[in-house]
């Protein structure tokens, strides 16, 4: 039997830089409000949220992301040549080939490198993050370019009164290179795919084919109550496991960026999860709205832009959403 020889990676990875970009219109709930019955109060009290970035035709998946990775690579110190894979998480991207991670790598200007999408709604960037960390600690990479992005406003039913308030587009990336230390903590991840009705789109792709399809075109629909209860309770375990998983505990933590799906679950979370006061928490959700994969990275790169949170911060980041997918860590903020 012949001898593989083994892979040369870094000990360990971390994450270099963040950038992000959110569309120039900017959409407040009284534009919900004129195609729904409902107000600026309920939409408020129910999701916290009171605006959210909506695309323009020029402002694509691929636009947003190549906006993102330009910030992110420049923030990381490294050339665009340098990138050696880029990931992509989204379920906006229309095209069920090519991937448009491939693309974005040849327009960021990261030549050849590897490139591909994944699909794991909301928990994507988390996903993409464990992958990134995989590569470049195997040595199939130096440096990882992982983006999130969306453009839920293509697949948001205006009449829907549940929906139609949550989503926003925007993109969130950023660049996952060497580190002699660990910086990126072991990933607590995983699915239920019993519970997968609960977030779903309203009709397949498949039932377009003949020009015989729904009224409609698809949207994202959800059973709220069960997803609000199992975004609780079950991924507040999750947290806490990935806590332990890194040898920290809450009182260690200097920043919680949680998925932006609710200002309601992010707040029952922190309680939960009994965060001490001096913990930063991300509620970018109230002026971005729940971007999905993007959410994350869009809530990073706003804390640390901000001053709210700064470089070298311990983070827990968790994402869950459709699947229904999860993926808790502990990272340390670029």
């Known amino acids: 039997m012949a001898k593989i020889k083994p892979a040369q990676g870094s000990p360990h990875a971390r994450i270099m830089g963040v950038g992000g970009y959110r569309p120039t219109r900017v959409v407040p709930n009284e534009v919900i409000l004129e195609t729904i019955d409902s107000s600026d109060e309920w939409i408020r009290s129910r999701s916290g949220i009171s605006t959210r970035h909506w695309a323009s035709d020029e402002e694509t998946v691929a636009a947003m992301s190549i906006e993102a990775s330009g910030k992110a690579i420049a923030d990381a110190g490294i050339t665009a040549d340098q990138i050696g894979a880029v990931v992509v998480s989204t379920v906006s991207h229309f095209k069920q080939t090519p991937a448009i991670a491939t693309e ?41 370019l992982v983006i999130g992005v969306e453009r839920l406003s293509d697949l948001t039913d205006l009449e829907d009164r549940a929906t139609a308030f949550l989503f926003g587009d925007g993109a969130g990336a950023v660049v996952v290179g060497p580190s ?37 075109f698809p949207a994202i629909t959800q059973e709220g109550q069960a997803v609000f209860r199992w975004a609780v309770f079950e991924m ?99």
């Open 104 to 144: 974005i790598a040849h327009k960021v200007g990261a030549g050849k490198a590897p490139a591909f999408d994944i699909s794991a709604g909301c928990a994507g960037f988390g996903y993409g993050l464990t992958i990134a960390k995989g590569m470049v600690v195997d040595g199939s990479a130096e440096y990882v």
């Open 180 to 216: 002699d230390v660990p910086h990126i903590g072991p990933t607590v991840w995983g699915s239920e795919g019993d519970k997968a009705e609960t977030i779903k789109q309203t009709a397949p792709w498949s039932d377009y084919r003949g020009g015989n399809g729904p009224a409609k």
């Open 236 to 334: 507040a375990k999750v947290a806490q496991q990935a806590l332990e998983a890194s040898g920290i505990t809450a009182d260690d933590l200097d920043v919680f960026i949680p998925h932006q799906a609710n200002m309601r679950i992010i707040d029952s979370m922190v309680k939960t999860l009994k965060l001490p006061e001096h913990v930063t928490v991300a509620r970018d959700i109230e002026t971005t709205g729940n971007t999905s994969a993007a959410s994350i990275p869009l809530a990073m790169e706003r804390l640390l832009a901000t001053g709210q949170a700064k470089s070298g911060d311990t983070a827990l980041v968790i994402g869950f959403g459709a699947g229904l997918v999860y993926a808790a860590a502990v990272v340390t903020l670029p």
